[in-house]
T-cell receptor, first 109, second 114 residues
Framework: AQRVTQPEKLLSVFKGAPVELKCNYSYSGSPELFWYVQYSRQRLQLLLRHISRESIKGFTADLNKGETSFHLKKPFAQEEDSAMYYCALRVGGGNKLTFGTGTQLKVEL | DAGVTQSPTHLIKTRGQQVTLRCSPKSGHDTVSWYQQALGQGPQFIFQYYEEEERQRGNFPDRFSGHQFPNYSSELNVNALLLGDSALYLC?????????????FGEGSRLTVL
C-alpha cells in the first residue's frame, strides 16, 4: 500500500529565509505527487503537481524517484505563505489521493 | 460559483445512530469524492462516485455508503456510528475520469459522536 510521510508537524522560518517542506513516499511504481495547501479559514486547494513542473507562488517541487521524495521549496518565504501544507500521492487516474499528515508552516517577521 | 457546498456544517450524534451528509459539486463537475479527516491527520479517502456509481473505495467498512444523484450531488451515509467516526468529512469534486488530480474541496461537515 502507498504511504506519504511528512516528518515535520510544524516548521517555523523567518520572512525572507528559504523554505523546504519534506515529503517522502512509499510506492514501488510511478505515482503522481501533489502539494495541497490550506490557508487560514480557507479550503484545501491544489498548490502544484509534479507532472506540470510549474512554479506556483514561488514554490517548486521535484520528484526524486531514487530517494522517493517530493520536497516543496521556496527560496524566500513570505508572510502569506503561512499555511498547512499536505503532500499527496495518486496511483491511477481517479480521485483517490493518499495524503500525508501535513506540515504547518509559520513565517515569522 | 459557490464551489463545493456541504451540509450540515456541524452535527452531533450518539453511538449507534446513523448520519447522512450532503455535497453539491462545483458547477460543471461530475465526480464527487469523500474524505475523512481526523484531528491532526491528513484527509483519508473514503470513496469516489462518477456516473452515479462507486468507482473507487478506500479502506473503510461497509457502514460507510454513498450515493450520487443525476444532478451529480452526493450523499455520504454512516450507519452504527462509533466514537472513532468523529471527524471532519470533506467532499471534493472534479471533472471527468481520468482527471488532472486537482480536486476542489468543500469546507467540510464536522461530525461529533458522543
Amino acid at each position: 500500500a502507498q504511504r506519504v510521510t511528512q516528518p515535520e508537524k510544524l516548521l517555523s522560518v523567518f520572512k525572507g529565509a528559504p523554505v523546504e517542506l519534506k515529503c517522502n513516499y512509499s510506492y514501488s511504481g510511478s505515482p503522481e505527487l501533489f502539494w495541497y495547501v490550506q490557508y487560514s479559514r480557507q479550503r484545501l486547494q491544489l498548490l502544484l503537481r509534479h507532472i506540470s513542473r510549474e512554479s506556483i507562488k514561488g514554490f517548486t517541487a521535484d520528484l526524486n524517484k531514487g530517494e522517493t521524495s517530493f520536497h516543496l521549496k521556496k527560496p524566500f518565504a513570505q508572510e502569506e505563505d503561512s499555511a498547512m501544507y499536505y503532500c499527496a500521492l495518486r496511483v491511477g487516474g481517479g480521485n483517490k489521493l493518499t495524503f500525508g499528515t501535513g506540515t504547518q508552516l509559520k513565517v515569522e517577521l | 460559483d459557490a464551489g463545493v457546498t456541504q451540509s450540515p456544517t456541524h452535527l452531533i450524534k450518539t453511538r449507534g445512530q446513523q448520519v447522512t451528509l450532503r455535497c453539491s459539486p462545483k458547477s460543471g463537475h461530475d465526480t464527487v469524492s469523500w474524505y475523512q479527516q481526523a484531528l491532526g491527520q491528513g484527509p483519508q479517502f473514503i470513496f469516489q462516485y462518477y456516473e452515479e456509481e462507486e468507482r473507487q473505495r478506500g479502506n473503510f467498512p461497509d457502514r460507510f455508503s454513498g450515493h450520487q444523484f443525476p444532478n451529480y450531488s452526493s450523499e455520504l451515509n454512516v450507519n452504527a456510528l462509533l466514537l472513532g467516526d468523529s471527524a471532519l468529512y470533506l467532499c471534493a469534486s472534479s471533472f471527468g475520469q481520468p482527471n488532472t488530480g486537482e480536486l476542489f474541496f468543500g469546507e467540510g461537515s464536522r461530525l461529533t459522536v458522543l
